[in-house]
Each structure stands twice: as C-alpha cells, then as structure tokens.
Nanobody, 115 residues
Framework: QVQLVESGGGLVQPGMSLDLSCTAS????????MGWYRQAPGKQRELVALIASGGTTTYGDSVKGRYTVTTDNAKNTVYLKMDDLEPEDPGVYYCNTGADDDYYWGQGTQVTVSS
C-alpha cells in the first residue's frame, strides 16, 4: 500500500509562484510515473503534469511553460513548481502514482490564487 503525502499548497496572488511536493512511502517496488492533477469546484479532475520514471514529462495545455515537474527518485518525491499563477489555476492539487498494478492518490493540497 502506497501512501502519498502532499505539501506546499496555499494562497498566493496572481503572477506569483508556489511549490508543491509529494512523497510516496509504503512500498519497495519501483513506482510508475508520478503526477499532479487538480480539481476545481464543479469541474472534473484534470492532468496538470506527469513525469515518467525515465524522466519524460507531460503537461496539461493550460500550464505548459509555467509549471515544471521534477522528481527525486531516491526520495520517491515529486515536485511541482508553479510560476506565474493565474486566476484559473486554483483547486485541490492531487498527487498520483502507481506500483504493483495499483494506482494511488494523495489527499490533496489546496491552491488558491487571489488578489
């Protein structure tokens, strides 16, 4: 059973930056890709950024060029650097990964963008 713990959410003004991190524990197996999804009120959960075990990254169209996803494989941790935050970026950001044919979600961390 993999546990994912996110941290780093908060309230920022438009144009500012925020960093998120997520650490996986509870398994000695290799993790699949690690990623971030977000869900705004009344909307479906959407992909924000994904990084494969080999380092290939995928970003949602709305965050390309502003967000950067990285990992520290030794620490089973994925990071999300969010720059130039926009009013459309708020939501609950969830960490996701998989191992041993199962997929797991973190509890989520709230990101609010407001002036």
């Amino acid at each position: 059973q993999v546990q994912l713990v996110e941290s780093g959410g908060g309230l920022v003004q438009p144009g500012m930056s925020l960093d998120l991190s997520c650490t996986a524990s509870g398994t000695s197996s290799n993790l699949y890709a690690m990623g971030w999804y977000r869900q705004a009120p009344g909307k479906q959960r959407e992909l924000v950024a994904l990084i494969a075990s080999g380092g290939t990254t995928t970003y949602g169209d709305s965050v390309k060029g502003r967000y950067t996803v990285t990992t520290d494989n030794a620490k089973n941790t994925v990071y999300l650097k969010m720059d130039d935050l926009e009013p459309e970026d708020p939501g609950v950001y969830y960490c996701n990964t998989g191992a041993d044919d199962d997929y797991y979600w973190g509890q989520g961390t709230q990101v609010t963008v407001s002036s």
